[in-house]
């Protein structure tokens, strides 16, 4: 497994990831809970953001990664 595909198959993850975390911020009653939940997902979204930013730089260097 190249490191292009890694790092999308993380990506993948992470996207899912992001979307239980805003059902579950959504579902709680606890203000608690729902900053935590908060805080996480824009936690995630900067790693998203890192990582997409990170896969253009390699399919721009490897362009054999492009939509791989």
């Not at 203000?31 to 896969?55: F, G, H, M, P, W």
């Amino acid at each position: 497994m190249t490191v292009a595909s890694q790092i999308k198959k993380t990506l993948a993850t992470l996207k899912g990831n992001q979307g239980t975390l805003r059902l579950y911020a959504l579902q709680t009653r606890d203000k608690e809970s729902k900053l935590v939940y908060n805080e996480t997902l824009e936690a995630t979204a900067q790693i998203i953001s890192d990582l997409e930013e990170r896969i253009k730089v390699l399919e721009y260097q490897e362009p054999q990664y492009k939509g791989n």
